[in-house]
């Protein structure tokens, strides 16, 4: 090694002793990193003093949850795919993207328990189209069972089912009619597969009429809540503030397929008196005026001569019906039912779904500034082809196609051909050609291609007759149309002169 080699190895080594050392000297003060002190969390809460409302209700929904949860299941159903499924109740509850393949499909809701035995109340909605053996119960103490189908009421949406066990844990029946708006509610359900899931909020209104399966014949009366409800929570518990069940969950109205802020169950009362006639017979057996009906508006209520907007019109009597029978007509209005008076259809319906055929109800009835009392005796439910006019064949003869507009209603009407009396069943009347946008007759709902049978309650035979009572009319006052569709169903629209 060479001498030059040796002095740059000595100086190296004297570089690195010489940095060692003012290391050691720069850290051997620095503390262990490792604390010897533990933290404190601060315990005592900033707010001492608690409203005792504010304590009293979170202490009671706290007991409610414990109390009430045991009663409410988780159903997990197996449909038949194969079944045809009703698209717009389906869309309803469960949103625009719900999947609609024939293959079997799985799905889920709740359940509350109404017997120690095994009976328990859910959502028609929940457990149509199962499969043979297809519906599973699970209880919150995990045992699971699977569950025969009692019986289902589509149109209150209702069914029972039944599991083998015994002592279960039963929910109290409260009273719906004694809810009142802006009540505390819990929603207790499994919603999204969230099992035992407790929402809280308030009864937002009453009496919701609520067009879920299309179906005329429904009878859609729902409590309405803000207590978040989502798919799953169907068939679950609408409590109040004593752990009353006073409504099932059934529903939501939303865009997008789940909460939005409202939600509908239907009242306990109902329900409850459906479920114990699955119970006894398995099927319901409701009584049924015949009459296709509406809530009255101002604009219909001075059109007819009320006083004010009450009662619920008839739009059209069905022919063999009950009311047919009974002497009900089209444009008629029904005050009350036994004494209680009704100015929502859905609250007529309510009344009436309460009897069987062959029940008699008393109406009171509203015709031509005159109200009376009428005696129907209800009957089964009509076939849809009672709905249908008859049809005049011999009728072959073309009329002349002349047509008016009426600026007054944004309407223009002509007489009728034989091609569209041969299409709707009917020769007198005017068809209406042409609805100018947002005008009085676009914006109550007339549109081109409907037929006007009567004006006023007289028979409108072509456009001379329906100009000679237009022209009468001063601004301001209101005629009262009777409207052919063409699937043959009736509607009564008051126009208001403009």
């Known amino acids: 090694m060479s001498k030059k080699s040796i002095y740059a190895a000595g100086a190296l080594l004297i570089f690195t002793i010489a940095l060692a050392g003012l ?8 503390k262990n990193l490792i604390a010897n002190e533990q933290i404190e969390f601060k315990t005592t809460p900033p707010i001492q003093n608690i409203n005792p409302n504010v304590k009293g209700l979170n202490e009671a929904f706290i007991e409610i949850s414990k109390t009430v949860t045991p009663s409410v299941v988780f159903i997990d159903v197996v449909t038949e795919g194969s079944k045809n499924k009703d698209k717009k109740q389906f869309e ?25 035995d095994g009976y328990i109340m859910t ?7 199962a499969s043979d053996k297809g519906i599973k119960v699970i209880l919150t103490d995990k045992r699971e069972f699977t569950a025969k189908l009692i019986g289902t009421d589509p149109n209150t949406d209702i069914a029972v089912i039944k599991i083998e066990a015994n002592d279960l844990t039963v929910a109290s029946i409260g009273n719906s009619d004694e809810v009142q708006v802006g009540e505390w509610v819990l929603a207790i359900g499994n919603p999204l597969g969230l099992n035992n899931t407790v929402t809280a909020g308030i009864v937002s209104a009453l009496g919701r009429n609520v067009q879920v399966s299309g179906d005329s014949y429904a009878i859609n009366n729902f409590i309405q809540t803000d207590a978040v409800i989502n ?49 006894r017979s398995g099927k319901i057996e409701r009584g049924y005026i015949g009459v296709q009906i509406k809530d009255i508006d101002s604009k219909e209520a001075k059109g007819l001569g009320l006083d004010k907007a009450r009662g619920v019109l008839v739009q059209n009597v069905i022919k063999g019906g009950a009311g ?18 009704v100015n929502a259809s859905n609250q007529l319906q309510t009344l009436i779904g309460a009897h069987k055929p062959g029940d008699q109800v008393l109406l009171n009835i509203f015709r031509d500034g005159k109200t009376f009392e009428v005696n129907v005796k209800l009957k089964p439910k009509a076939d849809n082809s009672d709905l249908a006019n008859e049809k005049n064949d011999n009728k072959n003869d ?61 028979s409108i035979e072509n456009v001379d007759d329906f100009e000679s009572i237009i ?28």
């Open 398 to 458: 073309k009329l002349e196609a002349k047509s008016k507009s009426f600026e007054s209603l944004g309407i223009t009407v002509a007489n009728l051909t034989s091609k569209i009396i041969n299409d709707f069943g009917t020769e007198k009347g005017v068809y209406i050609t042409n609805i100018k946008n947002f005008s009085e007759s676009y914006n109550r709902g007339l549109r081109q291609g409907l037929i006007i049978i009567e004006a006023d309650k007289k």
């Open 92 to 116: 309803f509850f469960f949103g625009p993207d719900f999947n609609f393949d024939d293959m079997p499909q799985h799905g889920s809701g709740s359940g509350v328990i109404i017997s120690k």
């Open 231 to 279: 798919p799953g929570n169907s068939g679950g518990a609408l409590v109040n503030i004593n752990g009353m069940v006073i409504g099932i969950n059934a529903a939501i109205k939303t865009t997008n397929g789940y909460y939005q802020g409202y939600g509908f169950a239907i009242p306990i009362n109902m329900a409850k008196d459906v479920a114990g006639e699955l119970i």
């Open 123 to 129: 959502n028609n909605h929940v457990v149509q189209n």
């Open 324 to 341: 047919e029978e009974a002497g009900i007509k089209t444009g008629d209005v029904i005050l009350s039912v036994e004494g209680k008076e």
């Open 471 to 498: 022209s009468k009319k001063d601004k301001g006052e209101v005629v009262i149309l009777k409207v052919l569709l063409p699937n043959k169903e009736i509607r009564i629209i008051a126009l208001e002169i403009q």
């Open 23 to 30: 290391l050691i000297a720069n850290f051997s003060n620095v």
